[in-house]
């Protein structure tokens, strides 16, 4: 009983894993999008806006990432998946802090200007 449970659990997680994956791809496809629209915009300050576009969706795509890391961590909680999942998360926590914070930095810029 017990075997069947935990079977059915690292089912559901590997399908959730999936899922976290395939939405990020789909949010980085859609940044991607929206980045090359408004670069074809031509409208003033098109290339500052499409980057700080891109950067939000980059952000958003990197913690579903992360979720999915951690849905596969939670299956094979070893030590060398825990030291992986720790690397992964330290690097993309850095990402995301760089990201945001130039996405900060432009939007006080464009305030400004």
């Avoid at 670069?39 to 290339?47: G, K, M, P």
């Amino acid at each position: 009983m017990l075997e069947h449970l935990e079977a059915s659990v690292a089912t559901l997680a590997a399908y959730l894993q999936i899922g976290f994956e395939v939405a990020s791809i789909v949010v980085v496809a859609a940044g991607g999008i929206a980045f090359i629209a408004m670069l074809l915009s031509r409208s003033a300050n098109a290339t500052a806006r499409a980057r700080r576009v891109l950067a939000r969706f980059l952000v958003i795509a990197l913690e579903l990432q992360l979720a999915a890391d951690i849905i596969a961590t939670a299956t094979d909680p070893s030590l060398h998946e825990l030291g992986k999942l720790a690397a992964i998360a330290l690097i993309r926590t850095f990402l995301n802090y760089f990201l945001i914070a130039e996405i900060k930095a432009e939007e006080r810029e464009n305030r400004g200007a």
